[in-house]
């Protein structure tokens, strides 16, 4: 039962993650730079909510874990562009500083799942059972 609000607790976070991305983004200066940058992270930064959503409905562990791995590379991209949106003064620092946070913790928390995922696919496939 745990297990199921976890999935819950984290799809609502990359839920909440998407709609700050979008407010970000509507926040972004319309310069060449800043539609650019909007353009990009208005598409890594709310991917991955739907990607996880998939996730929690794989066919197979292989599957789950693929589309994890989609997940975690759509918010690497984020966090990227989040960091360039700093770097080039687009948006404070203060500004950016909670949805870095975010998008850092969000990457731990499905890199760490694919880890788990991926021992526990060990398991199930050695030659023991278990």
Known sequence: MTNALDHEKLSLRLLNFAARVGKVV????????????AGQLVRSGTSPAPNYAEA???ESRKDFIHKLKICLKELRESRCWIQLII???LLTKLQMSEL???????CNIIGKSIVTAK???GAASSPSGE
């Open 26 to 37: 509507d926040a972004l200066p319309n310069t060449r730079l800043g539609r650019h940058i």
């Open 56 to 58: 929690c409905a794989a």
């Open 87 to 89: 770097k080039s003064d």
């Open 100 to 106: 870095l946070d975010e998008c850092t913790q969000l």
């Open 119 to 121: 021992s526990n696919d």
